[in-house]
């Protein structure tokens, strides 16, 4: 889909700039904000709710809840984007239930404080190791898919403009940080909301109205376009058995499970300004992202309907498609602006979440006496750091799918068992917690080599086989039993190793025991503002 004839081209890339001329505005502004680690990193713990909500709910809505999801609805319907904005919804809720309420009440400043405080060294470093490697490939599929939306529009090369978007999203979170990010986000939000709506609305009149538009709904792989549950006949996403089992169970805990232990979404709410504001502020979000997330899915269903031979290797830019076919110039013109700007958004997020692990709990072990003017510096620098990294990954990778599913994998198989049982159990230590990494991780990298020839061969097509797709399924269906290896070794190795490695008390960041009652986000928002 190239559109650089379309007639109000320019019109779209002054809307860009002026969205980008904003960013840059407000991260120098922001900038002034900031004297210390705990404002840049979690912009003084001042959140309020409209902007600590609107900021989790834009930071997830990025590559995968809108161009990915569109596209992939447009080839599978509701079954192919149960991870995002389904599972994503589902991980909001529970986060926000059972986790968040401590982490904020905790005070830390990344999720890995966590995992140190909880198990000890060895853990932390392994929780680090994880977090980077997730967001670097979460920060690239945004990279990769700002660079889609501009070789669309000018047709550029794609390296250089992966390279553009990359460059000015690294320029403004290094000035501002968190204040820069949340502003934007919340500003932001408003615009992505309201342009997927008059998108929605613009491509449900062109499919005749909504009875017209679900009566005739269908999908380039043929099934059901809105169930959720695997059927009798073609099992889930072409799997039968218990390959389609736990297929559709791995879709489910893939996001729903693995970013609950994320930074991005803990960094957010540990930013909120009390207890209160962090929990309703993370059900506010679910709330946003299912109204406006299930938007983007039911485009790609109905855009099948009415352009049902659009090349599969192109379908990336659907939405882009949609709104230059179907939106009145101007309207078009600021979404995809917006369009841009969401995939910003969660670059800004991913970039900044990783240089708090760095600085946070990398550094340190090197330099334990680092002083906080020193640590703001060596956040910004890692911002830049990890900011080019992921224009090198986005590269060589430029698969939008599969650059971010392979990064909520990691968290989902090493991190969640360690991160839940730690909230919720007394006798989890350090060396259990170190098996179920351990574990979680070989077990998946195991299934992944075991499961590849059969995702093959269900991904073979005269003779040629779709490596992506193929690796793809065998990374989702290997990821279940790794999660359930993973529990089994986290109680099994505490139990074992009760009294040579002791269980660690909960405690918060000055190192005080975490007080633990009320710690489920059922509360009344009396509090929250």
């Known amino acids: 889909m190239n559109f650089e004839n379309y007639a109000y081209t320019w019109l779209i890339l002054w809307g860009i700039g002026a969205f980008f001329a904003v960013r840059l505005l407000i991260g120098y502004l922001a900038s002034r904000r900031v004297s210390n680690a705990a404002d840049y990193i979690v912009a003084g713990r001042r959140l309020p709710i409209y902007i600590a909500g609107a900021s989790i709910m834009a930071t997830w809505f990025g590559a995968e809840a809108l161009m990915g999801a569109s596209a992939q609805a447009y080839r599978t319907g509701f079954h192919g984007v149960i991870f995002d904005p389904f599972g994503a919804v589902a991980c909001l809720l529970l986060s926000g239930l059972f986790f968040i309420r401590l982490m904020r009440r905790a005070k830390y400043l990344t999720v890995v404080d966590f995992f140190e405080k909880r198990y000890g060294p060895a853990m932390g470093a392994l929780a680090s190791a994880a977090q980077l490697l997730t967001y670097f490939g979460w920060t690239a599929a945004q990279i990769v898919a700002g660079g889609t939306v501009l070789h669309a529009l000018l047709g550029w090369d794609p390296l250089w403009a992966m390279i553009g978007v990359g460059l000015i999203v690294t320029a403004y979170t290094t000035m501002g940080g968190m204040w820069a990010d949340t502003l934007l986000d919340f500003i932001q939000m408003f615009f992505t909301a309201g342009g997927i709506t008059i998108l929605f609305l613009y491509v449900l009149q062109a499919s005749g109205g909504w009875p017209d538009a679900v009566a005739n709904a269908a999908v380039l792989g043929g099934n059901d376009p809105f169930t959720l549950l695997p059927s009798a006949a073609d099992g889930y996403l072409g799997y039968q058995g218990c390959l389609g089992t736990l297929y559709w169970i791995a879709a489910w805990m893939t996001v729903g499970f693995g970013s609950i232990a994320c930074q991005d979404l803990m960094q957010r709410s540990m930013s909120a300004h009390n207890e209160a504001t962090s929990v309703w502020g993370t059900y506010l979000a679910a709330a946003l992202y299912f109204v406006f997330g299930v938007m983007s899915p039911l485009i790609g269903i109905m855009m099948y309907g009415l352009q049902p031979d659009l090349p599969a290797n192109e379908l990336n830019g659907l939405l882009v498609f949609a709104a230059m076919k179907y939106v009145p110039p101007v309207v078009a013109a600021i979404f995809i602006a917006a369009l841009a700007s969401a995939l910003m958004s969660t670059s800004d997020s991913s970039i900044l979440a990783g240089a708090s692990v760095v600085t946070e709990n990398l550094l340190p072990r090197i330099w334990p006496d680092m002083d906080d003017r020193r640590k703001l510096l060596w956040t910004r620098i890692m911002v830049v750091v990890i900011g080019l990294a992921s224009i090198g990954i986005a590269a060589a990778i430029t698969n939008i799918y599969k650059l971010a599913t392979i990064s909520w994998a990691l968290l989902l198989v090493g991190l969640?068992?360690?991160?839940?049982?730690?909230?919720?159990?007394?006798?989890?230590?350090?060396?259990?917690?170190?098996?179920?990494?351990?574990?979680?991780?070989?077990?998946?990298?195991?299934?992944?080599?075991?499961?590849?020839?059969?995702?093959?061969?269900?991904?073979?097509?005269?003779?040629?086989?779709?490596?992506?797709?193929?690796?793809?399924?065998?990374?989702?269906?290997?990821?279940?039993?790794?999660?359930?290896?993973?529990?089994?070794?986290?109680?099994?190795?505490?139990?074992?190793?009760q009294r040579r490695d002791p269980p660690r008390l909960l405690t918060d960041a000055d190192g005080a025991p975490l007080p633990l009652e009320k710690r489920l986000g059922w509360m009344a928002p009396k509090d929250v503002w």
Do not use: H, Q
């Not at 909230?423 to 992944?448: C, E, P």
């Not at 779709?466 to 399924?473: F, Q």
């Open 416 to 497: 969640f068992v360690p991160f839940a049982l730690g909230m919720y159990w007394r006798k989890a230590n350090g060396s259990g917690a170190v098996a179920a990494f351990l574990g979680g991780f070989a077990t998946w990298l195991a299934g992944l080599v075991c499961l590849y020839p059969t995702t093959a061969e269900t991904n073979t097509a005269e003779g040629e086989v779709d490596v992506i797709n193929a690796v793809w399924d065998a990374v989702y269906i290997s990821s279940a039993p790794a999660v359930g290896v993973s529990l089994v070794l986290m109680v099994a190795v505490s139990l074992l190793t």
